[in-house]
């Protein structure tokens, strides 16, 4: 049995990768209980989840009523079986070619259809993520973009819920069935600034008012892990006293595969990690950052910030805090900050952007190892718009174009210190 317990407004869940054809009719089924202390806003469920914006998720309240969510086309609604607080249900997630159907039933009772939904053409690729767990709704700093909005919550809530089976099928073939005896085939992600009140554990089932927990795990992925991990893999062997310049921040930096081809002869180490915050880089710092004794950091994260309905205020403080976290160790080190650009993809966050750059250049000008390197003007087309000859079809992240004008931009600063 899964147990997870944690604070309403942190995000903490097990997941592992599952392939679904288009054409195939996949099935989730699985049954779960939510502690009855948990309050209503503390809101377990499953997920498969495609993208930040496209998933579906079907759970539970603390008082017995069902939650469930499809981020594409806003579904989200709650249905009365009339079970008692803290009762197990059965649920099931149903994808067919051309539908999502979400199924619950009381312990021994008669399925019934709770919601049905046509199933959105860029929620049909392979592989995705099957989450257990739990995300939040606004009014938060948790590093989450991954399940931001998923689920209503109250910050202040702490909640627990267990899992007594997952089952997953396709065209009627069970690909496998897990009643959580260990986690071995799941990996785990969690708000790392939360990490001690968080529990992910194979628990025996709670019974008058006593609960045994068997095997409490620690956490195996704080979401970017794998990737943490492959960057210091990938530089294990380089010489802590070069003259490094690292390159740390979100999708936009991870992907930049190239990098080195952009500034020949200079020692950069790419440390970017998809979807993450600033508070993340300070969190990862000591790992990705310190450890190379950079003289150079360019910091280029913000906008998954924003994305999360965190305030520019905010971001200026996260920045403040990777600036402290950086000089503390390297006091010498000079950090740019790469503005976050303007996109098509996220135009309606657009005035956040602009007061976020605008608060974080007038906090650099007071510090002569900071640094404010401004792209807005050259992601610009001639109307005034996000220039789509820089950007990849999804109208976010960079092609070969747009990492040219960040090069253009940051050369100067790289080779004239």
């Known amino acids: ?120 053409a860029d929620m049909m690729g392979s592989p995705v993520e099957l989450m257990i767990g739990k995300g939040f709704e606004n009014d938060t700093t948790s590093p989450n973009e991954k399940l931001q909005n998923s689920l209503a919550t109250a910050p202040g809530d702490v909640g627990a819920a267990w899992f007594s089976y997952i089952r997953f099928t396709v065209d009627g073939q069970e690909v496998f069935f897990d009643d959580f005896d260990n986690l071995d085939a799941w990996q785990i992600r969690l708000d790392p600034t939360y990490e001690t009140e968080v529990t992910i554990a194979v628990s025996e089932p709670p019974g008058d008012g006593i609960e045994v927990t068997a095997s409490p795990l620690r956490p195996t992925d704080i979401r970017w892990e794998t990737q943490i991990a492959a960057i210091e893999r990938r530089y294990t062997n380089r010489d802590a006293s070069a003259d490094s310049i690292v390159f740390i921040g979100d999708s936009n930096i991870n992907l ?74 390297l006091p010498e080190t000079r950090i740019l900050y790469l503005s976050i650009p303007p996109t098509e993809r996220r135009r309606a966050l657009q005035g956040g952007v602009d007061e976020a750059n605008r608060l974080i250049r007038e906090y650099t000008e007071t510090d002569p190892l900071l640094e404010f390197i401004d792209v807005t003007a050259a992601m610009l087309g001639p109307n005034g718009r996000p220039n789509a000859g820089l950007f ?11 990492y040219e004008v960040w090069a253009q931009h940051l050369l100067p600063y790289l080779t004239h210190r």
């Open 1 to 120: 049995m899964l147990k997870i317990a944690a604070p309403a407004n942190v995000y903490a869940y097990v997941y592992r990768p599952v392939e679904i054809d288009p054409a195939a009719t996949a099935i989730v089924e699985y049954r779960m209980k939510v502690g009855p202390s948990s309050g209503d806003s503390w809101a377990p469920s499953v997920f498969l989840y495609w993208a930040p914006t496209r998933y579906v998720a079907h759970g539970q309240l603390s008082d017995g009523v069902l939650r469930s969510n499809h981020f594409a086309i806003k579904l989200s609604g709650r249905w009365n079986l009339g079970l008692e607080p803290g009762a197990w249900v059965e649920m099931r997630i149903q994808l067919t070619p051309a539908r999502i159907e979400l199924y619950a039933r009381p312990t021994d009772g008669e399925w019934r259809r709770v919601a049905h939904i046509l199933r959105p």
């Open 256 to 329: 930049w595969t190239d990098l080195a081809d952009y500034f020949p002869g200079l020692p950069v180490i790419n440390a970017g990690f998809g979807g993450s915050q600033i508070v993340d880089a300070v969190y990862y710092a000591d790992r990705v950052v310190i450890p190379y004794r950079p003289h150079t950091v360019v910091l280029h994260v913000g906008v998954n910030d924003l994305t999360a309905q965190k305030p520019p205020l905010q971001v200026l403080e996260d920045f403040k805090a990777f600036v402290a976290k950086v000089h503390d160790a």
């Open 392 to 402: 990849k079809d999804d109208g976010l992240h960079l092609n070969q174009a747009g």
